[in-house]
């Protein structure tokens, strides 16, 4: 299967609408995200979302079109480390038409989405974003603090303030 572009992806949504005639509120994340923020190398053939409504009915129109995709109500849930109080608030908006919403993470909070999992791909994917967007260290470890005080307390806290530890002196010591 070829990589998955967010220009395929936004025209598929755009079907979606056009076909159920219903509404669709959609935060992108994931690798597919990176392509909002500005790179042309992210490379996935998957869609990771989060909808507001019709979780099912949007993974099974995506299933019919081959595209596998990981979608939720609540992406926050994804990790025992929650995601920043308020991130659906935060979102940027990508494209929005009459009856169809694309947002993206604000990139301080797509950037915990990655140290959450902590794959060296994700730190990749993190380092992109934080230097495309001068994300400051100060900004990731405030995002960092709220999302561990936000989160059920597990010794999974612990590796998630290691990986964040990690990420920022990567950043410092790639500057």
């Known amino acids: 299967m070829s990589a998955l572009t967010l220009e395929r992806i936004l025209t598929l949504f755009e079907e979606y609408v056009r076909q159920t005639g219903l509404r669709l509120d959609v935060l992108l994340i994931g690798r597919l995200a990176l392509y909002a923020y ?3 190398e992210a490379q996935t053939d998957d869609v990771d ?4 409504q019709d979780v099912e009915r949007v993974g099974a129109f995506l299933k019919q079109h081959g595209i596998p995709s990981n979608l939720s109500e609540n992406i926050s849930g994804w990790s025992i480390v929650s995601l920043p109080p308020g991130y659906r608030d935060r979102s940027k908006i990508l494209h929005e038409r009459e009856s169809l919403r694309v947002a993206v993470l604000e990139p301080a909070d797509f ?5 959450r999992r902590g794959t060296e791909q994700d730190f990749a994917d993190a380092e992109f974003v934080a230097r495309r967007y001068g994300v400051t260290a100060e900004a990731i470890q405030a995002a960092a603090d709220s999302a561990v005080v936000a989160s059920p307390k597990d010794t999974a806290l612990f590796v998630f303030r290691k990986a964040v530890v990690l990420f920022l002196q990567r950043l410092v010591q790639q500057a």
Do not use: D, T, W
Request: no cysteine; aromatic share 0%.
């Open 38 to 40: 500005g790179s042309s």
């Open 49 to 52: 979302a989060e909808l507001r």
């Open 111 to 115: 950037i915990i989405s990655k140290l």
